[in-house]
C-alpha cells in the first residue's frame, strides 16, 4: 500500500511484467537513463541512487512534482523506444510502480546499501568496487549521485 512520504524521499521498484527483462543490451540502458535525466530535468526530482538490473529498476529520489507523474514520464518514454526497438506492443512493466518511503536518514542510508548491493545479490558481479561502479559498460548498473 502507498504511504505518502514526508520527507518526499521514495524507493521506487519498477519490474518487468511478468518477470521478464526490461533491459536486452546496453543501448537499452542507456535509453533509460535519457529517458530518466529528462524526467529528473522536467519532473525536479533529485536522483540519490539507481540501480538497473535485467528485469527491474530502482531508484531512490526526491520528489518535486507528484511522485507518479515523474515515474509515468519515465516509463512511458522508454517503453514507447523499447516496444519499437524489438518490434513489440504493449506493456513492458508490471502494475504501475512499488513505492516505500524513507523518513529518516538510518533508513536513507539502509535502502542506498540495498540498491548498491542489488547486483552483488543477484551475481551480476562477484565484489562492490569504485571500478565497478564506474565502468561504462554493462556492469554500469547501479551508481550515487
Known sequence: MW??????????????LDGRNIFL?????????EKLN??????????????LMDNHVHLLLK???????SIKRIKIGYVQ??????????????????SESVEDEQYLMTVIRYIHRNPLKAGMV?????????KKTRM???RSH
Open 63 to 69: 520528489e518535486g512534482e507528484e511522485l507518479g507523474t
Open 25 to 33: 543490451d546496453d543501448s537499452d540502458r542507456s535509453i533509460f537513463m
Open 140 to 142: 554500469n548498473v547501479w
Open 126 to 134: 562477484t565484489r562492490l568496487n569504485k571500478y565497478n561502479l564506474r
Open 81 to 98: 523506444l523499447h516496444n519499437h526497438k524489438y518490434g513489440r506492443n504493449g506493456h513492458l512493466f508490471q502494475n504501475r510502480f512499488n
Open 38 to 51: 529528462k524526467a529528473r530535468e522536467t519532473g525536479g526530482f533529485q536522483l540519490f541512487a539507481y540501480c
Open 3 to 16: 504511504q505518502e512520504s514526508a520527507t518526499g524521499i521514495y524507493h521506487v521498484m519498477l519490474k518487468g
